[in-house]
C-alpha cells in the first residue's frame, strides 16, 4: 500500500466570516510567482512598465468596466506586484443613482447601446482578483509564448479598510511606492 504524501495545511488569510461582496474599500496586493520582478523596474523612484506591465496595468482597469458594482481607486504595478483599492458599491442603493448607465454598462456602436458580453454576475473581491489574474496570466504567456506558466502566487492580501484615515494613508502608501522601493517589503534586487 502506497502512503499517501499529507499537503500542507493551508489557512485562509480571508477574514472569517466577512462578506466580501460587501460595500466598502478593500486594499488589495497580489505578488508574481517568487516574486520574480515581471512587469519593469523602477528607475529613479518611478516605474517603468515593459508589456507584461502594461498588461497587468490595462487588465485591473477593464475590471471597473465589466464589473458594475465596482470602482477602482489608488493602483500601482511594481516589478514584482500590484497594490489597489478596490471599492465594492451597493447596486441596490434605497436613495440616490446607481451606477447602471448606459455609458458605464453599455458599449455604444454607431450610437446604439448593448449589454457587454463580459459583464460579470460574480460581485465579491475573489472573483475579482481571479479573474483579473486568468485574464493577465493569459496575456503575459502569449507575449512570453509561455503556454501554462504560472505568473502569479497563490492567493493574495487583501485589508478591509475601515475609515477614511486609512483609506487616506493607503493612498498614499500606493502612490509612492515607487519612491519607496528599496524599503518595500517585496524589494528583489536585479
Known sequence: MMKQKKLPNRQSMRLQGYDYSSPG??????????KEC?????????????KCGVVAH????????????????E???????????IEIIDKNPIVG????????????????????????????????IRGYKSS????????RKTPGTKIWQR?????????????FYIREYIKYNPMNWNTD????NR
Not at 515581471?38 to 515593459?50: K, R, S
Not at 443613482?97 to 448593448?114: E, Q, T, W
Not at 492567493?155 to 483609506?167: K, T
Not at 517589503?185 to 528583489?188: G, H, I, L, M
Request: hydrophobic share 35%; glycine share 6%; with cysteine.
Open 25 to 34: 474599500y478593500y486594499f488589495i496586493t497580489i505578488c508574481t510567482n517568487q
Open 97 to 128: 443613482a446607481n451606477r447602471d448607465s448606459p455609458l458605464r454598462n453599455k458599449i455604444g456602436i454607431n450610437n446604439s447601446f448593448y449589454k457587454s458580453k463580459f459583464e460579470s454576475p460574480s460581485n465579491n473581491i475573489g472573483a475579482i
Open 58 to 73: 490595462n487588465e485591473w482597469f477593464k475590471t471597473e468596466l465589466i464589473r458594475d458594482n465596482v470602482r477602482l481607486d
Open 136 to 143: 493577465v496570466t493569459k496575456q503575459i504567456n502569449l507575449i
Open 75 to 85: 493602483f500601482v504595478v511594481m516589478p514584482n506586484h500590484v497594490h489597489g483599492i
Open 38 to 50: 515581471l512587469f519593469g523596474d523602477v528607475i529613479n523612484g518611478e516605474m517603468h512598465m515593459n
Open 185 to 188: 517589503r517585496f524589494y528583489q
Open 155 to 167: 492567493g493574495y492580501y487583501d485589508h478591509i479598510i475601515r475609515n477614511e484615515e486609512s483609506l
